[in-house]
């Protein structure tokens, strides 16, 4: 029903930046919040970003804050995560997912559609 498809990774050096998508068709990504998450080899997938519905309020893993940008662009029905000063340690399959709702969450388990990952490989 709901297709997320996110596209944007690659090998990169430490330091380097990368901007990652995530397209989405069979809802409207303005109305729910819209959210990142990433999981390490041997890992558990971990929260990493989100935007509200709406008022695009945002939020971020400590880990990451500072460093990585979340936004969306109404008119392409797609979110974005844009990250800076990338390090070895966000090396990960990058996820897409959408919230059942407006508001933020870190819980995986508020997010009902999730897009097939794409690879994010920093070396340092």
């Known amino acids: 029903q709901v297709y997320l498809v996110e596209s944007g990774g690659g090998l990169v050096q430490a330091g380097d930046s990368l901007r990652l998508s995530c397209a989405a068709s069979g809802r409207t990504v303005r109305s729910y919040a819209m959210g990142w998450f990433r999981q390490a080899p041997g890992k558990e997938r971990e929260f990493v970003a989100v935007i509200s519905g709406i008022s695009s309020s945002t939020l971020y893993a400590d880990s990451v804050k500072g460093r990585f940008t979340i936004s969306r662009d109404n008119a392409k029905n797609t979110v974005y995560l844009q990250m800076n000063s990338l390090k070895p340690e966000d090396t990960a399959v990058y996820y897409c997912?959408?919230?059942?709702?407006?508001?933020?969450?870190?819980?995986?388990?508020?997010?009902?559609?999730w897009g097939q990952g794409t690879q994010v490989t920093v070396s340092s």
């Open positions: 997912a959408k919230a059942r709702g407006q508001i933020r969450s870190m819980r995986s388990n508020e997010y009902d559609y």
